[in-house]
């Protein structure tokens, strides 16, 4: 028996059957529905539009910021190295390497969170894209890219904290060193885990 549209006030027959809202809609109601469903990715698609050109900034951004933190310390470090010139060039050296590595090492995890996020972004939007020239979309597809947008959302929120990071210097003296400290800004509720390297030098 040919089963009434459900739509109230459409007295046409069901032509198909909706397993999105479990209810037979006629024809008219039926392409109705998926026009909706399929109006339901423009937002998605701007979303993850905007995410994409964010991501092609942040990592940059967030490098700069990290360049900026050691200003200071860099400053101390010089001025020691101009009092002491004559007997500190490769110990100053060597702490500019040991300050570079502590910078890869951080710009090592942004770029690792910033590639991981872009790819995931990446396979979004071509799950996107095909289902928007297939036009044939179901609800429960809809449900799930706007969970994997919101899972991004929240890794990119998660900041990874620069490091935190003092120079500490002494006189010239045979029997001194110069020690870099360091540490990442530690969260709420964690205390800092101090490292140090020392680099040893001796003086003439």
């Known amino acids: ?25 006629c024809t008219s109601h039926s392409t109705e529905h998926k026009e909706w469903i399929q ?12 995410m994409h050109d964010h991501f092609h900034h942040c990592d940059r951004d ?5 360049l900026q933190c050691l200003t200071d310390v860099r400053e ?12 500190i060039d490769n110990v100053y050296d060597q ?15 942004l770029t690792k969170k910033t590639t991981h996020n872009v790819e995931s972004l ?7 894209g095909e289902l928007l020239s297939e036009g044939n979309i179901a609800y ?15 890794n990119e929120q998660e900041r990874i904290n620069d490091p935190d990071i003092r120079i500490i210097t002494h ?6 060193h110069v020690d870099i400290i360091w540490n990442v800004k530690p969260v709420e509720e964690e205390l800092p885990k101090q490292r140090t390297t020392k680099t040893a030098s001796s003086c003439m």
């Open 62 to 66: 967030q490098t700069m910021a990290t």
């Open 171 to 176: 006189k010239l003296d045979v029997e001194k």
């Open 76 to 87: 101390q470090l010089d001025q020691w190295r101009s009092d002491c010139y004559r007997h």
């Open 122 to 128: 990446k396979t979004i939007r071509r799950e996107l």
């Open 140 to 154: 429960r597809q809809i449900d799930k890219l706007k969970k994997q947008i919101n899972e991004i959302k929240r």
């Open 95 to 109: 702490a500019q390497r040991q300050l570079a590595l502590i910078l890869e090492k951080h710009n090592a995890e």
């Open 39 to 50: 109006r339901q990715l423009l937002p998605i698609i701007n979303d993850a539009n905007t």
């Open 1 to 25: 028996m040919t089963k009434d549209c459900l739509i109230t006030g459409c007295k046409d027959k069901a032509a198909t059957y909706c397993y999105h809202c479990s209810q037979d809609l």
